[in-house]
């Protein structure tokens, strides 16, 4: 596995429920690089070029008018296989389903307002990162000082 970037969106119901703290540090916890974060309510437009998959479903009204609802926040992270990573972190999209232990488990009751989402492959989070962080800049490269002790960097980083 390599070194992946990917974007995790703290939803409106997060947000709304003061789950920001909580959630964000099961992702730091498991050793999960921060390379950006920023909080806004996300223009209409945003929103459904992110959701553009979804376009033909009949949920997609729905889903962009509750992800343009209230302030979210956008968080880039970095680490090895960090996608499969974090979508593991976040458990089933259905959180009555989700497995205790998971995000979704942990905190969450429904399908719709299910606190999180995470990229789900690497075009998607390729695509993704450049819609909610599109200026230079906005993501950092850095080195955590905890690097050697949360990968074996002789035999999983070389």
């Known amino acids: 596995m390599a070194m992946e970037r990917t974007l995790v969106l703290f939803k409106p ?8 703290g909580r959630i964000l540090t099961r992702f730091e916890d498991k050793g999960l690089k ?3 974060l ?6 209409r437009g945003l929103l ?8 033909e479903r009949p949920f997609y009204p729905n889903l962009v008018a509750y992800m343009g609802s209230g302030p979210v926040v956008a968080l880039a992270l970095e680490g090895k296989g960090a996608i499969e990573v974090v979508r593991k972190l976040m458990g089933k999209t259905n959180s009555a389903q989700a497995e205790p232990g998971t995000i979704r488990g942990d905190f969450g009751m429904s ?3 299910n606190l999180v989402h995470g990229s789900d492959s690497p ?8 819609l909610f962080f599109p200026a230079p800049g906005e ?3 850095w ?3 905890n690097l050697g002790w949360v990968y074996s960097v002789k035999e999983e980083l070389s």
């Open 13 to 20: 119901d997060a947000v709304q429920r003061g789950l920001l």
């Open 34 to 36: 921060v390379i950006g």
């Open 38 to 43: 920023k909080m806004r309510q996300f223009e």
């Open 48 to 55: 459904e070029q992110h959701y553009a998959v979804h376009r």
């Open 111 to 113: 399908f719709s307002n």
């Open 123 to 130: 075009e998607a989070a390729a695509r993704e990162l450049a």
């Open 139 to 141: 993501l950092v490269t």
């Open 143 to 145: 080195t955590p000082a």
